[in-house]
């Protein structure tokens, strides 16, 4: 499976009009052509999110996760109104988690770091009120993300989604029982400390995904991903951890469904 992407962008990139139903059926097509025959569908704000859980209640292939991004959060947009919405859109029953949520202290100012703390926070008692994942987005503030989840409580399963540090918060995540998920960043060879994080994961806390259009892996950096390109992350995957890539996909897969609950049959 591919365990984040935002078709919504992809579709938006690959279309002047913006969303085409056209579009999206021939990217989750190009997937299943290649084995991938599962996605999350991730919401950055409230337009996305509904968009997400759309398309999740029309194909058994889609899952969604709705939520508003912590840049978002840091300018603002988190209102009481948007987090509402996202509560609302909480209960749709393939709606299997909360996120992307979490804290960015590289794209956001300090002067919007406490907004998205609270944001966070209110994201993870939605999450657990529903009984669903979180999935968390961090770019240099994993201390931050940590005192957070140590003071509110992580939910059951919760995601460390494009996990990009190294192997000792791997292992400060992986002790708190967190889930790390895995993107085409591990295949660049100037992301070596992730790699080694990916290294010491294990395979019952470890998840894949393209976080599409963006974080291509190689040998395709330059174009847009997509998740028809996560085989490229699963073979890297499989040989940082010494497994074959079946018994691999197999494990990604038990993760993915013991996070997110069972999905309908993808097509064939």
């Known amino acids: 499976m591919d365990s984040h992407c935002h078709l919504d962008l992809l579709a938006d990139s690959l279309s002047e009009d913006g969303y085409s139903s056209i579009d999206v059926d021939s990217e989750l097509d190009a997937a299943a052509a290649v084995g991938i025959t599962r996605v999350v569908q991730v919401g950055v704000d409230v337009a996305s999110s509904q968009w997400s859980a759309d398309l999740a209640a029309h194909r058994t292939d889609v899952l969604a996760m709705v939520a508003v991004h912590p ?43 406490a907004m998205q703390e609270q944001s966070l926070r209110a994201h993870i008692d939605i999450a657990k009120r529903h009984g669903i994942a979180l999935m968390i987005h961090t770019r240099d503030a994993y201390e931050d993300m940590l005192r ?68 291509t ?36 897969t038990a993760t993915a469904e013991r996070v997110f609950g069972p999905w309908a049959p993808g097509p064939e």
Request: aromatic share 6%.
């Open 71 to 113: 840049n978002e959060a840091g300018v603002g947009t988190a209102t009481e109104e948007a987090l509402a919405e996202i509560d609302r859109l909480a209960a749709q029953p393939r709606v299997r988690g909360i996120g992307e949520t979490g804290l960015d202290h590289f794209r956001t100012g300090a002067d919007g770091w």
């Open 148 to 215: 957070v989840l140590d003071e509110e409580g992580a939910p059951g399963h919760t995601v460390l989604h494009c996990y990009s540090s190294d192997a000792e918060t791997a292992r400060r995540c992986l002790d708190r029982g967190l889930v790390l998920s895995f993107s085409g960043t591990v295949t660049f060879s100037n992301a070596r400390a992730t790699a080694q994080a990916a290294a010491i994961t294990p395979l019952d806390q470890m998840l894949v995904e393209t976080d599409a259009p963006f974080l």
């Open 217 to 252: 892996p190689t040998p395709f950096r330059g174009r847009l991903n997509a998740p028809y390109l996560t085989p490229y992350t699963i073979r890297a995957l499989a040989e940082l951890t010494g497994t074959d890539v079946a018994t691999l996909c197999q494990r990604l």
